[in-house]
């Protein structure tokens, strides 16, 4: 018999401070731009990576993948299909363009 889990991200999003910042992932197949927007507020990420299963080379079984940025200022950044390493390294370059310069 199956039973439901806590959602440990949702339950961290409620209790994240304001020098926090939070990325989730999100794997959709129908209204995926709308479903991960939603996750975001939902989870009180900052930011969300929306994994591509519709591109042919992408996702899982797979050394390249295709991911779309959300952030909780409504922007939203497309990449193109590329091995996962440099979607890595795209992913920390967003988050560090996200937090507050030090003086």
């Known amino acids: 018999e199956l039973v439901?889990?806590?959602?440990?991200?949702?339950?961290?999003?409620?209790?994240?401070?304001?020098e926090?910042?939070?990325v989730g992932f999100a794997l959709e197949t129908n209204n995926e731009a709308a479903y991960a927007r939603e996750k975001l507020h939902r989870k009180n990420f900052d930011l969300v990576v929306l994994n591509s299963l519709r591109d042919a080379?992408?996702?899982?079984g797979y050394d390249t993948n295709k991911v779309t940025l959300l952030d909780a200022q409504g922007e939203m950044l497309t990449f193109e299909i590329k091995p996962k390493?440099?979607?890595?390294?795209?992913?920390?370059?967003?988050?560090l363009a996200r937090l507050p310069r030090e003086a």
């Open 57 to 60: 080379g992408a996702g899982f």
């Open 20 to 22: 926090q910042f939070s």
């Open 4 to 18: 439901k889990n806590v959602d440990i991200a949702a339950a961290l999003g409620k209790t994240k401070r304001p």
């Open 85 to 95: 390493a440099v979607v890595a390294h795209d992913i920390v370059q967003a988050v």
